[in-house]
C-alpha cells in the first residue's frame, strides 16, 4: 500500500530477488531482498530465529531506507499458517503489527503485512508477497 493508515487503496507492485540462507544449525535463517522502486535501488533485510524453549521464532527487518534492525516480531506456525505480532510506531501511530505467513502451496508462499490502530479489533493490510522459486 503506497500510504498505510491514511485510508488509502493505492498499491505499488513490482518485482524483486530475494535470496534466503539457513543460519545457526536450521534454528534460524536470512534473506537478502533487492529491488528497485520509483528509479530507487531498495534492500531489505530479515532475520529469523527460533527459540527451541519457547517454540517461538523472531523475525527482525532492516531495509536500506531505515538502516536499523527492528524489534523483531514473535510468533509461530500453526501447521503451515503464521502469525507473528509486535507492537511499534508508524507514521507518529501506535500500532500493532502483524505479519501473516501462508505456506500451503510450498513453491508459492504468501506473506502479508497489517496494521491495528484499535489494539487488534481491526486490521488493515498493507503487502502482500507472492513468492515464487526461480
Not at 50 to 73: C, E, H, M, N
Not at 74 to 86: C, H, K, L, N, R
Amino acid at each position: 500500500m503506497k500510504r498505510p493508515l491514511e485510508n488509502s487503496d493505492e498499491w505499488e507492485e513490482f518485482d524483486a530477488d530475494q535470496h534466503c540462507q539457513p543460519i545457526l544449525q536450521g534454528s534460524g535463517n536470512f534473506d537478502i531482498f533487492s529491488t528497485v522502486v520509483n528509479g530507487k535501488p531498495f534492500e531489505g533485510f530479515t532475520l529469523r530465529l527460533f527459540d527451541p524453549q519457547t517454540r517461538l521464532w523472531t523475525i527482525y527487518w532492516a531495509d536500506s531506507d531505515g538502516v536499523r534492525l527492528d524489534g523483531g516480531k514473535v510468533g509461530s506456525f500453526d501447521g503451515d499458517i503464521g502469525e507473528f505480532f509486535a507492537r511499534d510506531v508508524f507514521a507518529g501511530k501506535n500500532v500493532i503489527v502483524r505479519f501473516h505467513w501462508d505456506k500451503r502451496t510450498p513453491e508459492a508462499p504468501v506473506w502479508s503485512a497489517a496494521f491495528s490502530v484499535d489494539e487488534g479489533k481491526t486490521w488493515e493490510w498493507n503487502w502482500h508477497a507472492h513468492f515464487a522459486r526461480p
